[in-house]
């Protein structure tokens, strides 16, 4: 009888910049599950543990502001310890986190206390894989690769949000906790080995250390304070406006949608460009301005329109901007991506607040003029900077 030999199938793998980018994805959202599973779980907490809207206010603040207080640090830790040590530490502190809240989060102040701790974790891995992007995919994909881990962040709103009703509502909001635990440990072996650095060219390999980083970093802090509004006060203004809470819970989840697949777009297009990438990001801040303006407008056309140049132009750019800060700095991703960074975080953390105080004593529609003016001015701030980068070398100058 004649034998064959038949051989079994070839197991579909990643090539390493794809597993990278997967990495870098998972990272990001294992890192920052704690505070967007909080928001997702804000009624059953508040709840238990007895605190109001505004204390979770407080307590995102909280968690912003200690990110944007550990982003330098960990930039520092991921260039000297590298890129798998650090994203590894941050998955393991955020599952500790999830895992602390569920065990030990018996009043407000412990859930903060935890928050706060769980914060270094966030800063730990956006940095780790900001630098594994930049390491590890090559130049000409590394636009689209950022977009897509910038995406990772609106993934997790999701998932936070889909914890409710299949966890939160059947056994309880510490059992969601628990499944976080397990989900962000089996981001582990997602993160790979360090890659072999991809190739330079000579105009990417020269450093560009400016203080336009520090204005960059400003003007990004104005610009995620007055973007993050849209995603803590949108509903409420809706509803206060006359939407039902269910309508008004509709477009935020269309704008959650359309912020996912503008920074995807986003990072698309832009490695399809030689550079213009912060003059890109001053354009696109200037349309999500006159975005928030509009949700001052009744009616809802004024409101669909508004929310989809808010969400989906307005607050597309994070990708885009660590693109061209590391594509600047190749070789400091970690330290320099921190600076701005930072900025990230510290509007996270003091927009919700200021806006916050201007709703409650001059009403919404003033709160949209202000972050609106807030948006535009970065816009500004971010020109200033790039004409800070055309000033120095001509590489700069091609990619601002």
Do not use: D, E, H
């Given at each position: 009888m004649a034998e064959f030999n038949v051989s079994p199938p070839h197991p579909v793998t990643l090539s390493r910049p794809s597993r990278t980018v997967l990495s870098a994805?998972?990272?990001?959202?294992?890192?920052?599950l704690p505070v967007f599973l909080v928001g997702g779980l804000a009624v059953q907490l508040g709840d238990e543990l007895r605190f109001s809207p505004a204390g979770l206010g407080l307590a995102v603040s909280v968690y912003?502001?200690?990110?944007?207080?550990?982003?330098?640090?960990?930039?520092?830790l991921v260039e000297r310890y590298g890129p798998v040590v650090v994203a590894r530490a941050g998955i393991l502190l955020s599952a500790a986190t999830t895992l602390a809240v569920a065990l030990l989060a018996h009043s407000y102040l412990a859930l903060v206390g935890l928050l706060a701790i769980g914060a270094g974790a966030n800063?730990?891995?956006?940095?780790?894989?900001?630098?594994?992007?930049?390491?590890?995919?090559?130049p000409g994909r590394q636009g689209l690769s950022f977009g897509i881990k910038q995406s990772a962040i609106p993934t997790a709103t999701l998932l936070a949000g889909a914890a409710v009703p299949a966890v939160a509502l059947t056994v309880g909001w510490?059992?969601?906790?628990?499944?976080?635990?397990?989900?962000?440990?089996?981001?582990?072996?997602?993160?790979?080995?360090?890659?072999?650095?991809?190739?330079?060219?000579?105009?990417?390999?020269?450093g560009h250390a400016t203080g336009a980083l520090a204005v960059l970093g400003v003007a990004a802090a104005l610009a995620a304070a007055a973007a993050n509004a849209l995603g803590t006060f949108l509903v409420d203004s809706a509803v206060a406006r006359g939407l039902s809470p269910g309508l008004a819970g509709l477009v935020l989840t269309l704008g959650s949608a359309l912020c996912l697949l503008g920074r995807l777009g986003t990072g698309w297009w832009a490695d399809h460009r030689a550079g213009g990438h912060v003059a890109t990001i001053a354009g696109m801040l200037t349309v999500g301005a006159a975005g928030l303006a509009l949700l001052t407008v009744a009616g809802p056309v004024a409101l669909a329109v508004g929310v989809a140049l808010g969400f989906g132009i307005g607050w597309a750019w994070p990708g885009l901007l660590n693109f061209a800060v590391v594509q600047l700095h190749p070789q400091a991703p970690a330290a320099a991506t921190s600076i701005t960074q930072t900025g990230v975080y510290a509007g996270g953390s003091l927009g919700p607040l200021g806006l916050g105080a201007i709703a409650g004593h001059l009403g919404y529609p003033m709160m949209w003029l202000t972050a609106a003016g807030a948006m535009l001015l970065a816009a500004a701030l971010m020109l200033t900077g790039r004409r800070m980068l055309l000033g120095g070398r001509p590489a700069a100058a091609r990619n601002g």
């Open positions: 994805a998972a990272t990001t959202v294992a890192c920052v912003f502001g200690v990110s944007a207080l550990a982003s330098i640090p960990s930039g520092a800063a730990l891995g956006q940095l780790a894989s900001n630098t594994s992007l930049a390491r590890g995919v090559p510490r059992w969601a906790f628990i499944l976080a635990t397990g989900l962000a440990l089996a981001a582990l072996p997602l993160v790979p080995a360090s890659p072999r650095p991809v190739a330079r060219t000579a105009r990417q390999r020269s």
